[in-house]
């Protein structure tokens, strides 16, 4: 099941698309205007195959508390955090716009499929924590469009362009290795991008006022570190965010390891529940 402490709705819109930003990054230029500059180690990446399906793993634990991330294309529920439902692999709210994208964009690909008709109401319930126009039935069709393959691309599409994308391109930009890519990525899905104190921005400048990021002549760990006791600090703004096992028993566990590349088998925790990846 997915648990209740992942977003919150303060503000409300925090997660939804910041497109230009989110152009910026496609164009080259990164978060704060920063061109990129390439991570130092020759080890991969997070957007290699291999670290990517271990970055979906990890976060899945988390949102999940299951390394199976492809069985959540399916998964729809309202877990009482004031932003309606929560669905899909990465958890797309009917409050916070991110599920208004996606629906939409599967309706351009594939018109009249079974949740283009409920594109009026997530409009209209955007921003709120409302079911109007969506019960009964939604979910079960949200469950039938999981069966199709385009809905699942669609899903992938969405997660890649507002949060998996968007984290790896700053990760190299600040010359971190896929540890680091990871602990941007795994922020940007909790948090969202967008203007907010508790924001990913507004963690990573929060982390710069103590230490600097390799691109900047800092060292990686003491940079990692600073960046998640920004992040931590953030969650406990929020009730809902109260548990940090993902970065206490997970991130600062590969951290203290000197894991930088994430490289497995890792072992874990989150939550209370033990997980290992070979």
Not at 137 to 163: K, T
């Amino acid at each position: 099941m997915v648990h209740a402490d992942r977003e919150t709705v303060t503000p409300a819109l925090s997660r939804r698309t910041f497109v230009a930003v989110l152009g910026a990054v496609a164009s080259g230029a990164l978060l704060g205007g920063r061109s990129a500059v390439a991570a130092p180690s020759a080890a991969p990446g997070l957007d290699d195959p291999a670290k990517k399906e271990t970055a979906m793993k990890l976060v899945s634990s988390a949102e999940n508390s299951s390394l199976d991330w492809k069985a959540q294309y399916k998964y729809i529920e309202d877990i009482g955090d004031g932003r309606g439902y929560t669905a899909g692999i990465i958890g797309f709210c009917s409050g916070t716009g991110d599920m208004l994208d996606l629906v939409q964009l599967y309706t351009d690909r594939k018109p009249g499929n079974f949740l283009a008709k409920y594109l009026p109401a997530l409009r209209r319930v955007n921003g709120s924590d409302s079911h109007s126009g969506l019960d009964p039935a939604y979910p079960g069709d949200w469950r039938r469009a999981a069966q199709d393959g385009a809905f699942q691309q669609a899903q992938n599409d969405e997660r890649d362009r507002v949060y998996f994308d968007p984290a790896v391109a700053q990760g190299k930009a600040d010359s971190l290795r896929a540890l680091g890519q990871f602990i941007y990525y795994d922020a940007i899905v909790m948090h969202g991008d967008g203007d907010d104190p508790t924001s990913f921005r507004n963690i990573r400048k929060r982390a710069l006022r103590s230490a600097r990021p390799p691109a900047q002549g800092g060292n990686e760990t003491t940079y990692l570190n600073a960046f998640l006791d920004a992040r931590v600090w953030a969650m406990k703004q929020e009730e809902a965010h109260s548990d940090t096992s993902r970065v206490d028993t997970e991130q600062r566990v590969f951290l203290r390891k000197g894991n930088l590349d994430l490289n497995t088998p890792l072992d874990w925790k989150v939550y209370g529940d033990s997980y290992h990846i070979g």
